[in-house]
C-alpha cells in the first residue's frame, strides 16, 4: 500500500520561513535607515541652527548702536522690553553703566552696599569688600584684609566682573546677577540710582545711602549694555547678546563696541520670572518690524 504524501507541513514551513526572512530584511532596513535619518535630522537642525545665529551676529552689533543712540539723549530703563512681531520675541534692557558700582574707583563703604544687595550678610559684605581693595591696590603685598590663605590679591586694577570669582570663593552669586551691581565702566565713587537694578537701588535707599553715594542726572553716560535676546514664537530657548556700548570722543563718529557677548539662551537666562516685561518701546517695533 502506497501511503500519501503530506505537503502542507513543508509548505508551512516554507512560508514561515518566508515570512520571517521578510521581517528580518525589514528590521535590517530600519536599523540602517533609522541612524541615517537621525543623522540627517541632527544636521538640518544643526544646519538651521547655525544660520539664524549667523543671522543674530549680523543683527545685534547694528541694532544695539541704533537703540544707543536712540536713547542717547533720553532716560534709561533697566527693566525687559518686550516685542513680538510675526513669528518672533525680542527683549530688550539697556543698562547704564553709571547706575553700577565701579569696582575700582568706589570706596569701601559702597562696595559693602553692592554685596549686601546681593544677599550677603553684613560680616560678609565687609568681607568682600575689603578683598576688593585688597585685590586692586597697586604694587602692595599686604593681605592683612584676607583670613583665607587661597585667596591671592592682583594688586592691579579689575579688567572684567569674571575677575570677582577670585574674591567671593566659595560664595560665587551668578555672573548676571553680579553684572546688575558692579562694573568697571562707571569711573566714580557715585551711583546714578536712577539707572540702577531694583536691589542695589533699594539698597542705597536703606540709612541715607542713597544721599551719600547718589548722583542726580537722567542723561546716559559713556557706557551701557545692551542686552537684546531673539526668540521665535512658543519657543523656550533663543539667542542673547550682550554688548557694552562706548560714546565715541570723536565728533559724529558712531559709538564703539567694547565687548561682544552671544549665547544660547533660555527665558529663565533673562530673569524674566522675576518681572514682567515691558511693552515693545517705538524703537525697537520700528527696527524689529523690517526683519
Known amino acids: 500500500m502506497t501511503i500519501p504524501k503530506n505537503d502542507t507541513e513543508p509548505q508551512g514551513r516554507t512560508s514561515g520561513f518566508g515570512l520571517i526572512t521578510a521581517l528580518m530584511f525589514v528590521l535590517l532596513i530600519a536599523a ?7 543623522v540627517s535630522r541632527g544636521q538640518v537642525l544643526a544646519s538651521t541652527y547655525g544660520a539664524r545665529r549667523t543671522a543674530f551676529e ?20 533697566t527693566s525687559w522690553q ?3 512681531v510675526k513669528d518672533k520675541v525680542f527683549y530688550l534692557r539697556i543698562q547704564d553703566q553709571n547706575g553700577l558700582i565701579d569696582l575700582n574707583s568706589a570706596s569701601n563703604p559702597l562696595l559693602k552696599i553692592g554685596f549686601q544687595s546681593l544677599g550677603q550678610t553684613e560680616v560678609d559684605a565687609a568681607l568682600f569688600a575689603a578683598r576688593v581693595e585688597a585685590y586692586r591696590e597697586i604694587g602692595s603685598a599686604n593681605n592683612s584684609a584676607n583670613s583665607d590663605p587661597t585667596f591671592v590679591a592682583k594688586h ?12 567671593l570663593a566659595p560664595s560665587v552669586p551668578e555672573m548676571d546677577r553680579l553684572a546688575a551691581v558692579f562694573t568697571i565702566y562707571n569711573k566714580t565713587d557715585s551711583v546714578t540710582v536712577s539707572h540702577s537694578s ?10 541715607e545711602n542713597e544721599q551719600q553715594f547718589a548722583v542726580p542726572g537722567e542723561l546716559p553716560s559713556g557706557h551701557a549694555e545692551i542686552s537684546f535676546a531673539e526668540f521665535r ?12 556700548m562706548a560714546r565715541s570722543t570723536e565728533p559724529d563718529a558712531p559709538a564703539k563696541i567694547m565687548q561682544r557677548d552671544i549665547t544660547f539662551a533660555g527665558l529663565e537666562t ?3 520670572e522675576r518681572q514682567d516685561p515691558m511693552q515693545c518701546p517705538e524703537i525697537l517695533r520700528r527696527v524689529t518690524e523690517s526683519l
Open 233 to 244: 514664537a512658543g519657543e523656550p530657548f533663543g539667542f542673547l547678546a550682550k554688548i557694552m
Open 156 to 167: 592691579a586694577p579689575f579688567e572684567n566682573l569674571v575677575e570677582l570669582y577670585d574674591v
Open 198 to 207: 531694583g536691589p542695589l537701588r533699594d539698597q542705597l535707599r536703606r540709612q
Open 82 to 84: 518686550r516685542c513680538e
Open 32 to 38: 540602517v535607515m533609522t541612524p541615517l535619518a537621525m
Open 270 to 272: 533673562l530673569g524674566l
Open 58 to 77: 549680523l543683527l545685534a552689533p547694528g541694532l544695539s548702536r541704533v537703540v544707543y543712540a536712540a536713547y542717547s539723549a533720553s532716560p534709561l530703563t
